[in-house]
């Protein structure tokens, strides 16, 4: 049985309905999230793609809950060891992703610009230009370039973006 699972399992059991309540209304779910990466990483160690699994749900908890310091150096380290130990390079892809919405979140408009576009360059490179994850990126890339006042390289990523989601929306 996955961490996932048993987490869930215990969440159900002492929250019942109120488990699915909003998490910014909840904070036993960072109770939950942190208790299921710890048990993680003692289990399977930092270098298990789980353990960054579990990491990275612990990260977008954070963020919901506005923890975005501790969030970026968790994901920094994630990030490290995913490289480290040449992890897939989609995975890769998507925490630098991860980090650079973090680093958008705390302002950091320059930084978060690298991370997106190194996350936007090994997307392209494994997944192809027309990838639902590929349309993302650049969403979340020409918001960053948008807030730092680039309105011309954002408008291209955005109409980017939309060419891959428009079929979606026929």
């Known amino acids: 049985m996955s961490i996932v ?12 309905a109120d488990a699915f309540k909003p998490m910014d209304e909840d904070r036993s779910v ?13 289990l399977m160690g930092e270098d298990d793609p789980q353990a960054w699994a579990s990491s990275e749900r612990l990260i977008r ?14 994901c920094s ?4 060891r995913k490289i480290a130990t040449n992890a897939e390079p989609s995975s890769v892809a998507r925490t630098q992703r991860q980090l650079g919405g973090i680093l ?9 610009v690298r991370c997106f576009r190194g996350g936007l360059e090994i997307q392209i490179k494994t997944l192809g230009g027309g990838h639902i994850d590929v349309a993302s990126t650049k969403d979340s890339l020409a918001v960053t370039l948008w807030r730092q006042g680039h309105f ?4 291209i990523l955005y109409d980017d973006a939309l060419q891959v989601h428009q079929p979606a929306f026929i």
């Open 152 to 155: 011309q390289e954002a408008i």
């Open 30 to 42: 960072m109770e939950y999230a942190r208790g299921g990466q710890q048990l993680c990483l003692q």
């Open 5 to 16: 699972a048993l987490t869930m399992q215990r969440l159900m059991r002492d929250k019942g």
């Open 77 to 80: 380290r994630v990030l490290e």
């Open 104 to 112: 958008d979140d705390l302002g950091r408009y320059d930084a978060a």
């Open 61 to 74: 908890v954070m963020r919901t809950h506005g923890e975005y310091r501790d969030a970026e150096v968790l």
